[in-house]
């Protein structure tokens, strides 16, 4: 299985929240690399953030970001 780069730069950010908070959000900058920009905005298309820039995870963020948690970990 191949994983497209863009779905890669989604995991990116999503890994940038703390899955024990959803008091903590996150600002993908103006200036920030295209590909997080990008990607912030599709997560915010999919209705896992509530900002095209970031902000904070929406009920369905929250558990993928749970989820990429305990992935990471198994990797790690």
């Known amino acids: 299985m191949t994983i497209p780069a863009s779905v890669l730069d989604e995991i990116s950010i999503l890994a940038l929240f703390n899955p024990a908070s959803a008091l903590e959000g996150i600002k993908v900058h103006s200036g920030a690399e295209p590909a997080a920009i990008a990607a912030a905005q599709r997560l915010h298309d999919k209705g896992l953030i509530t900002q095209t820039d970031g902000g904070y995870l929406t009920a369905l963020g929250q558990e993928a970001v ?11």
């Open 66 to 76: 749970r989820h990429l948690d305990a992935f990471l970990t198994l990797l790690v």
